[in-house]
C-alpha cells in the first residue's frame, strides 16, 4: 500500500510554508534594500529577529507541547548559539580594525602583536588584554560554526542525562532548567568568565567581509537566512512528529508510566527531544544576534525563558502554527508597546504608560487564554479551519 | 518443565508494612493462571515487581531460559524482554487514534531512531487490522481512542499488549466495570491470548474466575495462601475464612 507524500497528508504545514513565502517576498519586495523602500531597514531587523524567536518557539512547543517537558531554560541555549557566532564576529572584525592601524607603522605588525591588539580591543572593557583560552578558535568561522550545535548540544545532552536519568518530572524538571539556566548567566556576568562579563558582546550587526555591502542588505540576507531556518525546522518538526515516533512523543506527555511498559526507553527519547530542541534553539539564537547587534548575559536570564512559555501558551501548545502564531504576535506586540509607539492613555489623575504596563497587559492576556482558551489562538484556528471545512 | 517465570523468597516493606511476604510463585511457559485474594493482598504489588516498577527488599525474580534476574532491568528492558501489563483502569492514549495505540505496541525495534526512520510496511499494517479483527475494533481503527466505551478501552489495551507478542503476559482486573457480554467477550480473548503465551489475570470476581477455567492462587497478606483448581481453592476452609466469607 503506498501512501501520499509526507506534504499532501499535512495540509497545515503546506499552508504554513506558503505563507511564510509569500511574507517573505512581501518584505523584500517592500524593503528598502531591493525594493520600494516601504520598510525600513531596522524594521526588517525586527521583523527577521521575530522570525528567530517563532523558530525557538516551535523548538519549545516540541520539548513542551509535544513532549510533556516544561523547560525553562531554552534561552539559555538560543544565548549561547548568540554567543558563539558573536566570538568569531567580534573576533574577526576586531581583527581587521587592529590590523588597520598597526599597519600605519613602519615595521609590519607580527602575528603575535595582532593577536596581542585583538585581546587589548575586545577585553580592555574589563580590564584584560589576554585573550581566554575558550577564544582559542575565535578566529575560525567553521569551527564556531560548529560550536553554535555542539556547545549547548552537549550542554543539553549533559544536564538531560543527569536530569531524567534520576527521573526529575514536572514542576521539579521546570525548576531544574531554570537554575541551570540562572547559573548559566551569572557565571556569564562575571568579569573574568572570558566574554565580556556585563557587557557581552557588542557590534555583531557588522558582518566581517560584507563591511561594504550596507545593513539594508546585509538585513534582508538574514531576514531570509531566519525565514529558511524556520521553514526547514517547521518541516523537520513536523515530519518527526507526524509518524509512530510523534505518537511516542506524544504518549509520554499524557502517560510516561505506559509507554515505559510498552517498552520504550522513556528517558533515551526525552534526552532526544531535549537534545535536538536545545541545538534549534541555539542556532535561532545565532541567526538572531546579528540583527540584534549586541549579545549580553542578561538575554540568558531566567525571564526570557519564561516568555518563551508564554508566547507558546498564548500561541496553543501541541501545534507548531499556534507555537509561531504566539511567538510573532506577542513579541511583535511587545516591541509597539515598549518602543513608546503605543499612545499613552490619559485618564485625567492617571496616564496609562504602556512602557510600564505592556507587562500588566501580557500578564492579564495570559490568564484570560489559560481561562477561556486553553488551546491558544491556534486553537481558535483550528476552530475556525474546521467550521468551513 | 522450567518455568518461564520464578519468583522466590520476595519480600516488601513500605514504610514498615508488608506488601509482599517471602513470596513464591512460578509459572510455566503457556500458562493461563488467575491471582485472587482480596484487598490489600499484594496483588498489585506483586506486579509492580515482576515488572520493575517496584524493586523488592530480598528474593529473586527469575526469567526465560537463560534464567535472567528482572531485578537489574529497567522497566522498558523487562517489557522487550517479553512480559507485558495491563493495568486495573484502561490506559491508553486517548488523544491518538486506535491505529496509532496499536501501532505504538506492535513488536518492532524501540530505539529513538529506528522509530524516527521506520516507515509504515504493508505487514505491519496487515498485523494491525488482524489485531483490531481479534480484539473486535476492526471497524474503529481511526477513531481516537478517548472516544471508545469503557468495555472497548479495555480491549484496545488488551490488543495492545497482544501487539507487543510477549511471552508473559499480566492483566489486572481486566473485567471490572465491564458489562456481562463484554466479560464474556473478554474470557475468550483471555483464553485464546493463552493459547501461544502465559497470562496470569489478577481478578475480584469469582465467576469471572471460574470461566477462566485455571489453576488460581490465592495470595493472602504477602504470601500464596493456597492454590490449585478453583474448586480447590473455593473449598479450602482457611481461605473460605480470609476471602470467600467476607
Known amino acids: ?389 | 518443565m522450567s518455568a518461564l517465570l520464578e519468583v522466590s523468597g520476595v519480600s516488601v516493606s513500605f514504610d514498615g508494612f508488608r506488601a509482599i511476604n517471602n513470596l513464591s510463585f512460578s509459572i510455566g511457559e503457556g500458562e493461563l493462571r488467575a491471582v485472587i485474594g482480596p484487598n490489600g493482598a499484594g496483588k498489585t504489588t506483586f506486579m509492580d515487581i515482576v515488572t520493575g516498577k517496584t524493586r523488592p527488599d530480598e528474593g529473586t525474580v527469575i526469567w526465560g531460559e537463560r534464567s535472567q534476574s528482572l531485578l537489574k532491568m529497567s522497566e522498558s528492558a523487562i517489557a522487550r524482554a517479553g512480559v507485558g501489563r495491563k493495568f486495573q483502569r484502561p490506559t491508553v492514549f486517548e488523544d491518538q487514534t486506535v491505529f496509532e495505540n496499536l501501532a505504538m505496541a506492535l513488536k518492532k525495534d524501540r530505539g529513538p531512531f529506528a522509530v524516527l526512520f521506520s516507515n509504515r510496511s504493508a505487514e505491519d499494517e496487515a498485523a494491525i487490522e488482524r489485531l483490531a479483527e481479534e480484539i473486535g475494533l476492526a471497524d474503529q481503527l481511526p477513531r481516537t481512542a478517548g472516544e471508545l466505551a469503557h468495555g472497548q478501552k479495555q480491549w484496545l489495551e488488551i490488543g495492545m499488549l497482544l501487539a507487543q507478542e510477549p511471552r508473559l503476559l499480566l492483566v489486572d482486573e481486566p473485567a471490572a466495570g465491564m458489562t456481562p457480554e463484554e466479560r464474556d467477550k473478554t474470557v475468550a480473548i483471555l483464553r485464546e491470548a493463552a493459547k501461544s503465551r502465559a497470562v496470569v489475570v489478577v481478578e475480584h470476581d469469582m465467576e469471572f474466575v471460574r470461566n477462566l477455567d485455571c489453576k488460581v492462587t490465592v495470595l493472602h497478606e504477602g504470601s500464596v495462601l493456597a492454590e490449585g483448581t478453583i474448586d480447590h481453592v473455593t473449598s479450602d476452609p482457611v481461605v473460605v475464612e480470609v476471602y470467600l466469607g467476607r
Not at chain 1, 541555549?77 to 580594525?97: H, K, N, P, Q, S
Request: net charge neutral; aromatic share 12%.
Open chain 1, 1 to 389: 500500500m503506498t501512501r501520499a507524500p509526507f506534504i499532501l497528508r499535512h495540509p497545515s504545514t503546506l499552508v504554513f510554508l506558503a505563507i511564510l513565502a509569500t511574507f517573505t517576498v512581501g518584505v523584500t519586495v517592500l524593503s528598502e534594500a531591493v525594493g520600494l523602500g516601504v520598510i525600513s531597514t531596522s524594521f526588517v531587523k525586527t521583523l527577521g529577529m521575530t522570525l528567530c524567536f517563532c523558530l525557538i518557539a516551535i523548538a519549545m512547543d516540541i520539548v513542551w507541547g509535544y513532549c510533556g517537558i516544561l523547560s525553562l531554560g531554552h534561552f539559555a541555549f538560543f544565548g549561547l548559539g548568540g554567543y558563539m557566532i558573536g566570538m568569531w564576529l567580534m573576533y574577526a572584525r576586531t581583527e581587521t580594525v587592529v590590523i588597520d592601524a598597526l599597519s600605519a607603522e613602519a615595521i609590519p605588525p607580527t602575528d603575535a602583536e595582532i593577536v596581542a591588539g585583538i585581546g587589548n580591543q575586545i577585553f580592555g572593557v574589563v580590564g584584560g588584554s589576554e585573550l581566554p583560552a575558550i577564544w582559542a578558535f575565535a578566529h575560525s568561522l567553521p569551527i564556531q560554526l560548529a560550536l553554535v550545535v555542539l556547545v549547548p548540544g552537549l550542554l543539553a545532552l549533559l544536564f538531560g542525562w543527569l536530569a531524567f536519568r534520576s527521573r526529575v518530572t514536572g514542576v521539579y524538571l521546570s525548576i531544574l532548567t531554570q537554575a541551570m539556566t540562572l547559573a548559566l548567566a551569572l557565571y556569564l556576568f562575571q568579569n573574568d568568565s572570558g566574554l565580556r562579563g556585563n557587557n557581552g558582546l557588542s557590534g555583531l550587526q557588522n558582518i566581517p567581509g560584507f563591511e561594504g555591502a550596507g545593513q539594508d542588505n546585509v538585513s534582508l540576507a538574514f531576514f531570509w537566512a531566519s525565514a529558511g531556518m524556520l521553514a526547514l525546522c517547521y518541516l523537520m518538526f513536523a515530519w518527526m512528529m507526524s509518524g509512530k515516533f510523534g505518537s511516542v512523543i506524544r504518549g509520554i506527555r499524557d502517560d510516561e508510566a505506559r509507554v515505559r511498559f510498552l517498552g520504550y526507553n522513556v528517558e533515551g527519547y526525552k534526552l532526544v527531544i531535549f537534545t535536538i530542541t536545545a541545538i534549534i534553539s541555539a542556532i535561532a539564537g545565532a541567526l538572531y544576534y546579528p540583527q540584534a547587534g549586541i549579545v549580553n548575559p542578561a538575554e540568558i536570564a531566567p525571564i526570557a525563558s519564561i516568555y518563551l512559555a508564554v508566547w507558546v501558551a498564548i500561541g496553543g501548545r501541541g501545534r507548531l502554527y499556534g507555537a509561531v502564531i504566539g511567538a510573532a504576535l506577542v513579541s511583535l506586540a511587545s516591541s509597539w508597546f515598549t518602543g513608546g509607539q503605543a499612545p499613552d492613555i490619559p485618564l485625567g489623575f492617571y496616564t496609562i504608560s504602556w512602557v510600564d504596563w505592556w507587562q500588566v497587559l501580557l500578564g492579564l492576556g495570559f490568564v484570560l487564554v489559560t481561562l477561556y482558551a486553553p488551546k491558544g489562538v491556534g486553537g481558535l484556528v483550528d476552530k475556525l479551519v474546521r467550521k468551513s471545512a
